[in-house]
């Protein structure tokens, strides 16, 4: 089997489709399990989330992230160097988008990850820890879904929107 196949075939479904479910929860996050922990929390329903809920979303998410940028790495292959240096004025939309899917994994295992295991009760935390905690991982959260909209849209940009097809044509894939 032809090993363009797989890396770019395969690996750009692969991506796509935990790209998907990563940045689809990171939307159910900020959109729909604030509100809802929020108004859970008022009628003391809150536990079933936090217990069930939360923890296995944050599972698929935070994994999800890893798959998405790895896969997104294998299909640049030998051009990674020159992608994520901006060394090449053909490959500057999907630098950008590289770049903000960097910044965000980044969020996801650095600043919101840690800070859920605290509100999660996983590590140990003091209420101050926890109220603190849940201040970080929120404005990482909304930060990352800022950062999803030009993210998206330069990753879709790099196939001809705006390289006019540069990047297609110089990419082997």
């Known amino acids: 089997m032809d090993m363009n196949i ?10 796509i489709m ?20 929020k108004a859970a929390a008022a009628d003391g329903t809150a536990a079933g989330i936090n217990k069930h809920v939360a923890p296995r979303a944050l599972l698929f998410f935070r994994w999800a992230a890893v798959v998405t940028w790895l896969a ?7 051009r990674f160097v020159e992608v ?24 996801v295992w650095v600043l919101i990850w840690p800070n859920q295991q605290k509100i999660l009760g996983f590590k140990p935390a003091s209420d101050e ?28 940009a790099s196939g001809g929107v705006i390289s006019g097809g540069a990047l297609r044509a110089a990419l082997p894939f």
């Open 72 to 78: 997104g790495a294998m299909m640049l292959g030998p």
């Open 84 to 107: 994520m240096t901006f060394a090449n004025k053909a490959y500057y939309p999907i630098a950008v988008g590289a770049w903000l899917g960097t910044i965000m994994i980044f969020n």
């Open 6 to 15: 797989v890396v770019n075939g395969l690996g750009r479904w692969l991506h």
């Open 18 to 37: 935990a790209g998907v479910m990563w940045i689809g929860l990171l939307y159910y996050f900020n959109f729909v399990q604030m509100a809802a922990l």
């Open 129 to 156: 820890e926890k109220n603190k905690a849940r201040r970080v991982a929120m404005l990482a959260s909304r930060t990352n879904t800022m950062l999803s909209i030009p993210m998206l849209f330069f990753m879709v």
